[in-house]
């Protein structure tokens, strides 16, 4: 940003008007900056970025809440496979296995997925259900995100 003294400022107020063309110019009086003069166009930009970062900030607001809800779902469903009766948890990862390979046959998606549901549901019930749920390894949203549990997917 260009600097002018208040002096400079009012003795060539005309070539202060055509640097405020240019981008903003600071007015300094003893040596702190009293002022800050620009175009009007250069504040219609400023609300345009601004405007941009807040429909980002809204973007970001919306992904977190998906991956909230999914993690809720997961949670609700990993407290069904730890208190349901073995038979029953156990026909669910069955249906989630048979999701998984319709994946793996049909390339639906990426293999590391695949992969990766695959180990954690050949896990004991138990064992599973904490795995669903922890973002331990990082891949955490990411699984819930590519869930092979009907209906749990978003």
Known sequence: MQQI???????????????????PVAIE?????????????YFSS??????????????????????????????????????????????????????VEQWRTHQLCSSDYIDRWQALLELPLPKLAQAMVSDADSWGPALRQNSPWPGLAP
């Open 46 to 99: 400023v609300d345009k970025r601004q405007a941009t970062l807040s429909e980002r900030k809204m973007a970001r607001l919306a992904q977190t809440l998906r991956e909230n809800e999914r993690l809720i779902r997961h949670q609700q469903l990993a407290v069904d496979l730890a208190t349901l009766p073995p038979a029953q948890g156990r026909q669910l990862v069955k249906k989630a296995m048979a999701v």
């Open 29 to 41: 009086k003893h040596g702190k900056v009293k002022a800050i003069m620009a175009a009007p166009e």
């Open 5 to 23: 003294s208040a002096t400079d400022a009012k003795q060539s107020f005309g070539h202060l008007l055509e640097a405020a063309e240019r981008g």
